[in-house]
């Protein structure tokens, strides 16, 4: 482990941090791998067969999402959420406000990062590695929990991508370049982090964007979606703590200009709307869970996840009866 986190850190470092989902999959198999190093290959070569149907329907989620780009058959909302944050707070731009604190007025993007902007970009990026992430952990631990999550990052990915397709909405930083806003509200994403030479990489998927991708936030709601998942499985006080997450990444996407106020709450309620939903359909319709891969006595053949199913007091892959 020690050897792949020092390779992770120099690749960070030389080239950018992972960002695209296929190069962040390939980087989190190879965690597994160097985590349960002494595992036969069969069982690393599980994780392509249980991880290839969720990530192929998040690649065509990011292909997707670049076409519904060009797809604005109603037109490009614009007004809609300056008139509701404005209304929110008193008749005040919370995107305007920030900017002008924490930033000048106006704002100049090459102006020199305060502590908080390295922490806001450190929580904006974390928005392409925390889902993956916690389903690495859970691949390892629970290949049934993993499904159960899979799923839920998919449905949360999909129903933004509705939204965009049906809704197309301008970021701040679109209104306020095209003058529907009067102050100048510049896109600051990634302050911080270019001061001390750390970038996001995309290596395998790159070239794909939504400008129109405002409404809801799939930041917000990812963020929300991971907090609230696990607060709900933990049973520590301090799991609370959890929701300082969703929190710090809607500040961080309305003082860099990516989103409103209206499109944070709009991404937490979809992310609620995702684990009602999700949460019907897990007892109507349970994933099932190929059996995890298993030595010549019956065991599974990780150590990790005998560990794990010693402690469980049944296989990982097993879902929980009824």
Not at 103 to 131: E, I, K, M
Not at 197 to 224: C, E, Q, T, W, Y
Not at 272 to 299: F, I, N, Q, S, Y
Request: aromatic share 14%.
């Amino acid at each position: 482990m020690l050897l792949y986190g020092l390779l992770l850190a120099g690749w960070t470092w030389l080239f950018g941090m992972p960002n695209d989902t296929i190069q962040i999959v390939l980087w989190l198999w190879l965690g597994t791998v160097a985590w349960n190093i002494e595992a036969e290959p069969r069982y690393h070569l599980q994780f392509l067969r249980d991880w290839w149907p969720p990530v192929l329907a998040l690649v065509v989620y990011f292909y997707s999402r670049g076409v519904a780009d060009n797809v604005h058959a109603g037109g490009v909302h614009v007004m809609m959420p300056i008139d509701v944050d404005r209304w929110l707070f008193g008749g005040h731009l919370p995107t305007e406000v920030l900017q002008h604190t924490w930033c000048g007025n106006p704002c100049d993007s090459a102006s020199d990062p305060r502590w908080f902007d390295l922490l806001f970009t450190t929580v904006y990026a974390s928005h392409f590695v925390t889902g993956l992430t916690i389903a690495a952990v859970l691949w390892i631990r629970n290949r049934y929990e993993f499904a159960l999550w899979m799923r839920r990052l998919v449905t949360i990915s999909y129903a933004a991508l509705a939204i965009y397709i049906l809704y197309p909405m301008a970021p701040p930083w679109w209104a306020s370049r095209d003058g529907y806003i009067d102050a100048e509200l510049p896109r600051i994403t990634g302050r911080g982090w270019e001061d001390i030479g750390i970038d996001r990489l995309n290596l395998l998927l790159g070239g794909v964007g939504n400008k129109v991708a405002a409404m809801p936030s799939l930041h917000a709601g990812i963020a929300f979606l991971v907090a609230a998942y696990a607060i709900m499985r933990l049973r520590s006080w301090w799991r609370w703590l959890l929701l300082l997450y969703p929190v710090a990444m809607g500040v961080a996407l309305v003082y860099y200009a990516e989103h409103y106020v209206v499109d944070v709450l709009a991404g937490w309620l979809v992310a609620v709307l995702v684990l009602v939903g999700c949460a019907w359909w897990d007892r109507a319709r349970p994933p099932v869970v190929a059996p995890a891969v298993t030595d010549e006595a019956g065991r599974t053949a990780s150590p990790a996840g005998r560990a794990a199913s010693r402690s469980a007091g049944a296989p990982p892959a097993s879902p929980p009866p009824g």
